[in-house]
């Protein structure tokens, strides 16, 4: 893919809606490690721990702006086509990052690691972890859980009243 393709692509609804999916990770990838570098880090609470506060806390903006700003979806969220799903998917991010950082954990603490050492690998395992499950993630969002459905669209803009005026 060239250059010239690549910045088509992202002028696309698509592309616009893949970088704006980006934007809100970077931002949920920023909340939870630096929660959990405070958490396992600075106050020692260790991994379980602070992989569980960092993915809770960090899934509240993750939520708000892959909803609103990704998707462009307004009003409330629906529960069970919405909140419920994402917050699935977020225990299903926590239970795999912390599994991950459990056992980095445990190497690093039997290898002897420096409290930098190991609170910097554990953390890398942790970022690693979410950046395993993105892609599906998005798919998921894009395909299910944050689809336009007709019955939410306003009349003039689903097709009922013809086309608006």
Known sequence: ???PDLVEKFKS???QKMFRYTMASVVAVCVSTVCFLIFDGLI???AVVSSTLSTSIAAIPSYEMNRKWAWGKTGRGHLWRE???FWGLALLGWGFSTICVYF???YAKHHHY?????????????VGAFGVLW???FILFNKVLFVHHPEDLPPALDGRTGIPG
Not at 114 to 126: E, I
């Open 44 to 46: 020692g609470w260790g």
């Open 135 to 137: 892609i599906g993630k």
């Open 1 to 3: 893919m060239t250059l």
């Open 104 to 106: 980095m954990e445990k």
């Open 13 to 15: 609804p698509e592309g």
């Open 83 to 85: 909140v419920v799903p």
């Open 114 to 126: 420096a409290h930098l050492l190991k609170t910097g690998t554990v953390a890398a395992v942790y």
